[in-house]
């Protein structure tokens, strides 16, 4: 029976809650609500039953949908993370995660932008590849980030010759600079190629249990820095050094362009003599990707 | 000396965005647009041939089509709401609120 006094808000906010519940490892709906209420009785607070079903079963309806579909969205993107962790762990980890950070945006694009931080949280999802899993996780958001982040209007030599040391400058936004402990980007390219043909072709094997985590090449841990971007509509990744994934990083901090350099240069290990010819194929480089644009002064007046 | 250093690396810089600037302008006026720059992408990871699934996130002209996550196999053979009237996806009216 629909509560008398309940508003339309209240009655949103109820189902919300209701639906957005995790469901038992049977899939079905919980007896009990998050507040320790019988669920049969939050269901008839706002659904009548009909002739074929409870008001618990057709609220179940939508709490089984709402997890069937952000469950799969979210493993959409993170193929390779559940290669490496496991069906079993991966399930248990997204339940976690989605039940922690619910989608708030009006596109199900963003539903995993949270998992790499959850997951520096809760390594306990990961077991022993806690660290293996951080880097694969940004890798791939940063792959989502890359594929339909905007794109915006290079530098143009008009704007070039204008330039100075106190000059800032900023970056393309589907341009994403990743940082990992592990040189990962090569397997979970693979891993990510191989979800169309065997996955022993990759050099990565399945246990018997396609549950656990797949056997994985051996790994040493050696810090490396990636970009990942687009270029006509496809989406690129490639290694950076050290000094020009700073360089970058700076750049997007908003950091002058002469402190920009200087922090990537001092980061480089290189001889003093040899940095002007380094930073000036990073910048070549960078220029004919497209990389490099005019600050973005709309955020600049919002942020002021 | 410090300085010095400092303003030949902007130097650097700049002559560097002038080159690469005036490459990708280049190349965009050819046909090798593609080519030159993809040339130094890296490796690429999703191609316009085959977009990511999620290229229709958010987006509902892909309903029905079964290629984005608004309206995929997420609930294949899951659906126990079918035919049932317990949802509004069988074109059932809603209850009347008592």
């Avoid at chain 1, 952000?70 to 993170?78: H, I, P, R, S």
């Avoid at chain 1, 022993?200 to 549950?211: C, F, L, R, V």
Wanted: proline fraction near 5%.
């Amino acid at each position: 029976m629909t509560h008398p006094t309940m508003s339309l808000e209240e009655i949103q906010r109820e189902m919300a809650s209701a639906v957005m519940t995790p469901l038992t490892a049977d899939d079905e709906m919980r007896k009990e609500s998050r507040n320790g209420r019988p669920m049969d009785h939050v269901a008839a607070s706002f659904i009548a039953p009909n002739s074929r079903l409870t008001s618990f079963e057709r609220l179940e309806i939508y709490n089984r949908q709402y997890w069937y579909r952000v469950l799969n969205a979210l493993g959409e993107d993170f193929p390779a993370l559940r290669t490496v962790i496991g069906s079993r762990a991966f399930d248990a980890m997204s339940v976690a995660y989605i039940d922690a950070h619910p989608n708030r945006s009006f596109t199900l694009r963003n539903l995993g932008s949270r998992l790499p931080e959850f997951l520096v949280a809760n390594p306990h999802f990961a077991g022993r590849r806690a660290d293996l899993a951080v880097d694969v996780a940004r890798i791939e958001w940063a792959f989502v980030e890359a594929f339909d982040s905007a794109e915006r209007e290079p530098l143009t030599l008009e704007q070039i010759a204008t330039l100075e040391g106190d000059s800032h400058l900023a970056l393309q936004p589907h341009l994403q600079l990743v940082e990992v402990e592990y040189p990962v980007d090569d397997l979970v390219l693979k891993l990510h190629k191989g979800e169309e043909r065997q996955t022993t072709e990759a050099g990565i094997k399945h246990d018997e249990d396609e549950n656990a985590p797949a056997k994985l090449p051996v790994l040493r841990r050696k810090p490396t820095w990636l970009a990942a971007h687009r270029v006509d509509y496809s989406v690129f990744y490639l290694r950076l050094k050290r000094g020009e994934f700073h360089t970058l990083r700076a750049i997007r901090a908003g950091q002058p362009l002469a402190e920009a350099i200087e922090a990537g240069v001092t980061t480089a290990r290189v001889p003093a003599a040899r940095r002007p010819q380094l930073v000036r194929q990073w910048f070549t480089t960078w220029a004919e990707l497209g990389w490099i644009c005019a600050p973005d002064l709309d955020k600049l007046v919002r942020t002021a | 000396m410090k300085n010095q250093l400092n303003a030949m690396l902007l130097t650097a810089a700049l002559s560097g965005l002038i080159g690469g600037t005036t490459v990708a302008h280049a190349a965009a006026a050819s046909s090798s647009k593609t080519t030159v720059k993809a040339a130094k992408a890296g490796l690429q990871y999703v191609n316009a041939d085959k977009p990511a699934k999620h290229s229709c996130k958010g987006k509902n002209d892909c309903k029905g089509q079964g290629g984005c996550k608004s309206s995929d196999n997420g609930c294949k053979a899951k659906n126990s709401c079918k035919g049932k009237g317990g949802c509004a996806t069988d074109g059932s009216k809603m209850p009347k609120a008592i």
